[in-house]
């Protein structure tokens, strides 16, 4: 599967908001300012990286530009290490960007302020992770995680971040799902489209399975993820029984097209099949009554049948959905209604009433 950009919008445009709302919450700020020390230079060679850091991939070319700009200019904010063992050796708690691209910039020694590992340091250094952008739906749950695992409640961290608690429970949910949807994850696909197929596994692994290994990540999201459930519902109803007009168009709509003759409530019709002006609009079909058959059709009216995906249904003209670019459709004998995009339907045959 290919990890795609275009699969981050949902995580990019929450950690927007976030930095819109304030860089960090009050624990935050408190943590830079509480007993902080004096930075000092410290040989790059003797610092590593937090092997606890959520962040576990760095976008190459911004890690280039900032060593181009350290090159210039140097670190221009010094990076925080907790002191190890006492050897002189230290693990960066915030700032392995800078880190990283200082090492490129080929300095010898970079600006650092000593701290002790505290649970409120910790928790500073999880929120200033999660608030970077660019971190991918797996590195913000593994945050996420590593603050329920540190004590935190839900509405801790909800209010920490300027989340909801349910969208917390989704991300905490995400490193306890099977493997196949982690590996997703690590491919940015949104939580919510993860939380959905989350669900669907539960009931028909296999399918789920299938539908991961044949899917790219960048088409996984809410939108196929409902298609999917709507596909595994009705293979489990089995065949659907509806009103005969619809179900001579379900059942063999293809074989009507090349008809020129069909059945309709005990008189033979010629129906001319509907097609689409220039401007989308269904073009009525043409209907030729045997004789006496013309009083019985009068004002009957019309089914329009669409096929959305591998389900067939009616259209509902008799009333409006609630965006002017979707329309109601009819399922399963009416049983299931559902608004759907234009966009995503296939419109098939008109049928007499």
């Keep these: 599967m290919n990890d795609s950009g275009s699969n981050s919008r949902v995580n990019r445009s929450m950690l927007s908001s976030l930095k819109e709302a304030g860089a960090l919450n009050d624990l935050m700020r408190t943590s830079r300012t509480a007993g902080q020390g004096s930075p000092r230079d410290i040989p790059i ?91 991918t739906t797996f590195e913000i749950a593994t945050a996420v995680s590593a603050m329920r695992e540190a004590g ?47 669900a669907l596994w539960k009931k028909n692994p296999e399918d789920v399975e299938e539908f991961v290994q044949t899917s790219d990540a960048a088409d996984v999201s809410r939108v196929t993820v409902a298609r999917l459930r709507s596909r595994l519902a009705q293979d489990a109803a089995g065949p659907v029984q509806v009103p005969r007009t619809v179900a001579s168009a379900a059942a063999g ?31 009525a079909p043409e209907v030729q009554s045997t004789p006496g058959a013309q009083k019985k059709q009068a004002g009957r009216g019309a089914a329009i049948i669409c096929k959305h995906g591998n389900a067939i249904g009616r259209l509902l003209t008799d009333r409006t959905a609630s965006s002017p670019k979707s329309i109601l459709v009819s399922f399963e004998n009416g049983s299931r209604v559902e608004e759907v995009p234009l966009s995503e339907l296939e419109l098939i045959e008109v049928v007499a009433l």
């Design 45 to 135: 060679d003797l610092i590593g990286p937090d092997p606890d850091q959520p962040r576990k991939h760095f976008d190459e070319e911004k890690l280039a530009s900032l060593a181009d700009s350290i090159s210039v200019q140097g670190v221009l904010q010094p990076i925080t290490v907790q002191p190890l063992n006492g050897d002189g050796r230290h693990l960066i708690i915030m700032g392995e960007r800078r880190y990283r691209a200082a090492k490129r910039a080929g300095l010898q020694s970079i600006p650092a302020i000593e701290r002790e590992m505290t649970e409120e340091l910790r928790m500073a250094q999880l929120t200033e992770n999660v608030q970077r952008d660019g971190l």
């Design 152 to 198: 935190k409640s839900r509405s801790d961290i909800a209010s920490a971040l300027g989340w909801g608690e349910s969208e917390v429970s989704r991300f905490a949910a995400v490193l306890g799902m099977p493997e196949p949807l982690q590996q997703l994850a690590e491919q940015d696909v949104p939580v919510r489209a993860l939380s959905d197929l989350y």
């Design 253 to 283: 709509y293809r074989d009507q097209m090349d008809t020129p003759e069909m059945q309709v409530g005990g008189d033979t019709v010629a129906v001319q099949h509907a097609s689409l002006d220039k401007v989308g609009k269904v073009k």
